[in-house]
């Protein structure tokens, strides 16, 4: 069933989630395209990789780690701990912490041309050193005749920089060559319904079409997120008359 909410669901803004609904949602947005533009366009999942080393007191949730490790105990006989014991002590560096985020490339099938990038953004993306990373690569973007979609389905975290945007809880843009420094904007509200986007194609042809709604529900069913993310409140906080509206929508438990 689709999500309860009329556009963006706020429960699926919490960040141990979002790397899940990232990623599936960046899939089902290729899905989505893939028979609009074929067989005149390849549409590609590419990875940017964020790596950071962090001091060990900071405890903020990045991305997922790989592997588990436990805490055991008697795995080394008292007996035996004096024998073991390193003849040069030695000290390792920060811990280094890997994230990667997927994004589209529409390219040309002709001859793999990038015609389009498509962003969807994450909280790394809005904070730190990952922000001016992502910024960087935006700029490259727009210095090139590649256009650029960048979607933001967060409340939280830091704008990124994009004037003319009015008051609104999300927002689209998209940035083509022939119109640049100029961009259209969707402005989205939490109550609105996720709007469907333009996606350029080649400048004689009529751009492909992207319902970030209905990827939304696609991914909302496939991933069975009414099963479990309603147990708490969203992340960030709805204000209250939003709280107030969106308390009857929310699932029983």
Same mark, same amino acid.
């Given at each position: ?12 803004? +919490?960040? /141990?989630?979002?790397? /899940? ?7 089902? @947005? ?9 067989? =005149?366009?390849?549409? !590609? ?9 962090? #001091?060990?007191?900071? $405890?903020?949730?990045?991305?997922? @780690? ?11 006989? @008292? ?11 030695? !000290? ?17 099938? !002709? ?14 993306? %809005? ?5 001016? +990373?992502?910024? @960087? %690569? ?6 090139? #005749? ?66 970030? $709604? ?12 009414? /099963?479990?993310?309603?147990? =708490? ?6 204000? #209250?008359? /939003?709280?107030?509206?969106?308390? #009857? ?5």
């Amino acid at each position: 069933m689709p999500s309860p909410f009329p556009g963006m669901d706020p429960y699926l803004e +919490q960040a /141990d989630l979002w790397q /899940d609904v990232h990623e599936t949602m960046i899939t089902a @947005a290729r899905a989505f395209l893939v028979p609009q533009v074929r067989p =005149g366009y390849i549409v !590609r999942l590419e990875e940017q990789i964020y790596i950071r080393e962090r #001091p060990e007191d900071e $405890q903020e949730l990045v991305g997922t @780690a790989d592997v588990a490790v436990g805490r055991g105990a008697g795995l080394v006989p @008292a007996a035996a701990e004096a024998t073991l014991v390193a003849p040069v002590r030695g !000290r390792l560096g920060a811990a280094v912490e890997e994230q990667r985020l997927s994004f589209i490339e529409v390219r040309d099938r !002709r001859d793999r041309t990038v015609i389009t990038v498509i962003e969807l953004l994450s909280p790394s993306n %809005k904070r730190g050193e990952d922000r001016v +990373q992502y910024l @960087a %690569k935006r700029d490259r973007l727009l210095a090139s #005749p590649v256009s650029l979609v960048e979607i933001d389905l967060l409340r939280g975290g830091r704008r990124l920089p994009v004037e003319g945007l009015p008051q609104c809880d999300y927002y689209a843009l998209v940035s083509q060559p022939g119109e640049r420094p100029d961009v259209g904007l969707w402005p989205i509200r939490l109550r609105d319904r996720l709007p469907v986007l333009p996606i350029p194609l080649r400048p004689a042809e009529p751009p492909a079409r992207l319902d970030l $709604q209905e990827v939304l529900h696609r991914v909302y069913d496939e991933a069975g997120f009414a /099963d479990h993310i309603y147990a =708490g409140q969203p992340d960030p906080p709805l204000r #209250p008359e /939003d709280a107030a509206w969106a308390q #009857p929508l929310v699932p029983p438990p």
